[in-house]
């Protein structure tokens, strides 16, 4: 049978690869010149516009009639479980969708970018992406989403007080890294056909979220009063310490599926670590805290 799978990265070419096409090619890369922009337009631009050739249609991407069988196999306990952390996944990608929504505006007119808001964009839209992804994955898997509410306070304190936009923005350099690590460790444990797809491609997306906080946290950084770098401190070091807890309560969960608990914080908190170190701050800049075995 033919496939009918779409072939977008056959058809749309590199940035790099258009840049050497023509000039006109190049003209079109180039940003709009604002001396007035806080961050590196050029490369927003790049960025963005490299978000918009990475698109992909979650319906025909994934495998999801394909991967049926497996899951109506599968052992109980384990889809229960696989259940609960995709309840959580779905509560984190929906309220990080809700806030890009609301902070999207604040962002831009804080950076004084137009790259910012056309990339932005986009990748409020990858999340809306993510969003339905998880919430066919989950209905695949027997239950429908349900949103946590819980969980809600990750949001408040992610995108609250007097530096909300730096706030948010570093707070998210925590949620990105945490669900890349999150989606590399599930994906891994190979729970099943349809998960192991959905893994990959969001990792693709997330990974560009990732490379957009790169570029523009360190200029944030730099413009940071010491009372503002301190509030960041403090909100970043509540967040990881409300996630270290959380997660304590699903550690037995987790190893029943082959997730690791203390492999997914170490390891979210070292490449957090890492960003702050190129960053240009010092390795004690963030506060992290400890990661308990007891619940
Ligand atoms: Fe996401
Ligand atoms: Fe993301």
């Known amino acids: ?51 918009t050739s990475q698109q992909w249609f979650a319906p025909t991407r994934i495998h999801f009639d394909e991967g049926s ?13 696989l259940i609960k952390f995709n309840r959580i996944f779905y509560t984190l990608e929906k309220m990080g969708l809700t806030t890009i929504q609301f902070m999207m505006p604040k962002a831009v007119n804080k950076l ?21 992804t998880i919430e066919a994955y989950l209905r695949k898997l027997g239950a429908p989403p349900v949103y946590d509410r819980k969980l809600h306070k990750f ?10 936009v730096e706030n948010w923005l570093f707070s998210t350099l925590f949620s990105e890294n945490f669900a890349s690590t999150f989606l590399r460790l599930y994906k891994a444990a190979e729970p099943d056909p349809i998960g192991v797809e959905m893994c990959r491609q969001l990792l693709v997306d997330e990974s560009r979220h990732l490379h957009f906080l790169h570029n523009v946290l360190p200029d944030i ?23 270290e807890s959380i997660s304590r309560t699903l550690t037995e969960e987790g190893a029943y599926v082959g997730i690791d608990r203390r492999t997914l914080l170490e390891e979210a908190f070292e490449n957090v670590e890492r960003a702050y170190e190129k960053f240009g701050v010092t390795r004690d800049f963030l506060w992290f805290p400890n990661i308990k075995t007891q619940h």
């Open 1 to 51: 049978m033919m496939d009918q799978r779409p072939t977008t990265s056959e058809t749309i070419p590199t940035i790099s690869a258009l840049a050497a096409q023509s000039p006109t090619m190049r003209e079109m890369l180039e940003p709009q010149g604002n001396a007035s922009s806080k961050i590196n337009d050029k490369r927003i631009r790049r960025l963005y516009l490299q978000a």
């Open 69 to 81: 069988v497996n899951l109506e196999q599968m052992d109980p306990e384990k889809k229960r479980i």
């Open 112 to 132: 004084k970018s137009q790259e910012a808001e056309l990339y932005l964009s986009c990748q409020g839209f990858d999340e809306a992406r993510h969003v339905f």
């Open 155 to 164: 949001s408040q304190i992610a995108s609250g007080g007097p530096y909300r």
């Open 221 to 243: 950084l730099d413009r940071l009063s010491i009372f503002g770098r301190t509030y960041v401190k403090a909100s970043q070091y509540f967040i990881m310490k409300l996630t």
